[in-house]
């Protein structure tokens, strides 16, 4: 039954949202689908440190130039409200996503109506382009409209404070204040984009600053001149319909990588995704084209970025010729090993070095970080925590110390020219890497078998369950709540440092659970956030948290054993006793 309330907000809709069609088309249908109605006008999207992120379509519970301009409206109060006038610059821009030109355009009229100048990249670009835009253009924050490598039904609306980092939980709270003080319909004020433009509260970024980008990120590399390295690698790229085209065979061709193929059907910007639906790297079945492409055309590697840039999966070729996927902490140790080798042997390493990672990230990373004297600080999930980080070590005058940042959810960054993870670098660090090894007479595959061999095998992966709907969200919130009570039950005394210690009598997989933290308490100086990790025996662990950006619970399991074959067994195990919990 609808309530009153979600009934008399309905109307109104109908009644005043009468510039998109695609708006007043859906709320014609919903009159007759009251699960529609419900879904749609149940509550308002939530705006935290990720912005906005949820469905297209009617209703302050979905996507749409309503939703887009209420939040614009009170991000720019608080702007205003904050800042100086002089620093009332904004940058913005938008990946291939549906609307996502229709939605930077109408947060870009409703900024310029504020009394903030705009700068707005004039095509589509990856999210790092913005983060780096905000840096360079000297604003007081950005804004990317993306869904990053979520399913075509959506889009999303990230903010970027003047660091050009994702925003801080503060600063999410503080701006979130400002939107619940819009009305929706009354409140927005907007310049019609033609007329700002015109007048140049809106301003293209000029290609300087795509230019400046570049060199950026090629000032990334490893490989000097002096090496004997052949970059004559047969490459296959794939940019899943999205933006990371132009970039990343830019940067790759004017650092001699030349022998790329692209997928032809996921070459071009498409927001519907027609081959992949899932246009995550994560997911073999975005993948599967690629491959097929590398198997066709004998390539050494195959790169995928997903629809807005900043993340990257690849397959390589194992001992028997087979492409096998990897993981992103597997590339991720990778890279970390890579960087961190090259530079000791070339006396690049800062004298305080220090690497980042979130705590759902492999904690093998530690130990390989550890190997080269290199410190590890452990953050919260969410690449914009490295990103804060960063900022610290800036502000501290030990920028230098930075040498790489990665998180399981395949995002890498190598250099502090954004505050974000960067699918452009990531690309051009996996071929130096690649090119790199085949010259010292080894592969990628083996240089990974032989990190395991070095310091242990560690079976590692994601499990998400999905809570779409009014009801779902109730459920994951009871879910959740359950998890929690039962971590709670595995603990005793709570020590001064905030971590648990007494064993418990909780048991997945065969393996005691031994400790549960919750970083909800703010732990080890961490924000709190609404994550559960327990740590079981044998150097087990799972991490438990709800998506910041999508109505999922996700649960990342750590699996030691003595060899691979008995990792995955036990995984599958406990994966098994999760998955019957969830339900």
């Known amino acids: 039954m609808i309530h009153e309330t979600m009934q008399e907000t309905y109307e109104r809709w109908c009644s005043l949202a009468v510039e998109d069609e695609d708006v007043v088309k859906e709320l014609q249908q919903m009159k007759g689908n009251p699960k529609a109605l419900e879904d749609a006008f149940y509550k308002e999207l939530s705006f935290g440190t990720g912005g906005l992120r949820g469905v297209i379509g009617a209703g302050p519970n979905q996507l749409n130039i309503y939703t887009i301009g209420k939040a614009s409206q009170g991000l720019a109060r608080y702007i205003v409200s904050n800042f100086p006038r002089e620093q009332w610059n904004i940058a913005v821009s938008y990946d291939s996503r549906i609307k996502s030109d229709i939605f930077a355009k109408r947060a870009a009229e409703v900024f310029a109506a504020a009394g903030l100048q705009v700068y707005l990249y004039p095509q589509l670009m990856p999210t790092p382009c913005l983060s780096f835009a905000v840096r360079e253009l000297g604003c007081v924050a950005g804004v990317m409209v993306t869904a990053s490598h979520n399913p075509s039904k959506y889009n ?107 997928v032809k059907e996921q070459e071009q910007p498409d927001g519907h995704f027609p081959t992949c639906p899932k246009p995550n790297p994560e997911v073999r079945e975005a993948m599967e084209l690629g491959l097929q492409y590398a198997r066709k055309y004998q390539a050494d590697l195959l790169l995928a970025t997903d629809p807005d840039c900043d993340r990257v999966g690849i397959a390589v070729k194992n001992d028997q010729g087979e492409y096998v996927l990897l993981s992103g902490d597997e590339t991720g140790m990778l890279m970390l090993d890579y960087v961190c080798d090259m530079r000791r042997r070339q006396g690049r390493m800062p004298q305080d070095p220090v690497a980042m990672k979130t705590i759902v990230t492999i904690d093998m990373a530690e130990r390989i970080a550890a190997h080269y004297g290199v410190r590890t600080i452990n953050v919260l999930t969410g690449f914009k925590y490295i990103g804060e980080q960063i900022g610290l070590l800036e502000q501290a005058g030990k920028l230098d110390s930075f040498v790489f940042g990665l998180e399981e959810s395949y995002g890498y960054l190598s250099g502090t020219y954004v505050r974000d993870k960067c699918g452009v670098v990531s690309s051009l660090l996996i071929c130096d890497m690649y090119a790199w090894y085949r010259s010292q007479g080894i592969s990628l595959y083996e240089r990974l078998q032989q990190i395991y061999a070095q310091y242990g095998y560690c079976c590692k992966t994601q499990h998400s369950y999905t809570f779409e709907g009014a009801a779902g969200f109730a459920k994951m919130q009871e879910i959740m709540a359950r998890i929690r009570q039962e ?51 044998d150097n087990c662990s799972i991490v438990v948290r709800p998506s910041g950006t999508e109505p999922k619970l996700k649960l990342y399991f750590s699996v030691c054993s003595e060899d691979q074959q008995a990792a995955v067994a036990l995984e599958k195990e406990m994966a098994a006793q999760m998955k019957e919990y969830m339900k």
């Open 156 to 262: 999303g609306y990230k903010v970027y404070g003047a660091d050009g980092c994702q925003i801080t939980t503060a600063a999410a709270k503080a701006i979130y204040k400002e939107i619940q003080a819009v009305d929706i319909f009354t409140d927005v004020e907007r310049i019609p984009f033609e007329e700002a433009l015109a007048c140049g509260q809106i301003r293209y970024i000029d290609s300087v600053v795509e230019d400046a980008f570049i060199e950026a990120v090629k000032a990334q590399s490893l490989l000097t001149e002096d090496m004997s390295v052949n970059k004559d690698v047969a490459i296959v790229y794939s940019p899943l319909n999205g933006t990371g085209l132009k970039l990343v065979m830019r940067t790759l061709q004017e650092c001699g990588y030349t022998n790329i193929t692209v």
């Open 487 to 537: 971590g709670e039950a595995c603990n005793g005394i709570v020590e001064e440092a905030g971590d648990a210690m007494r064993i418990g009598k909780l048991v997945i997989g065969g393996k005691q659970v031994v400790r549960c933290l919750d970083y909800s308490q703010g732990i080890n100086g961490l924000p709190p956030s609404n994550v559960l990790k327990f740590y079981l025996e």
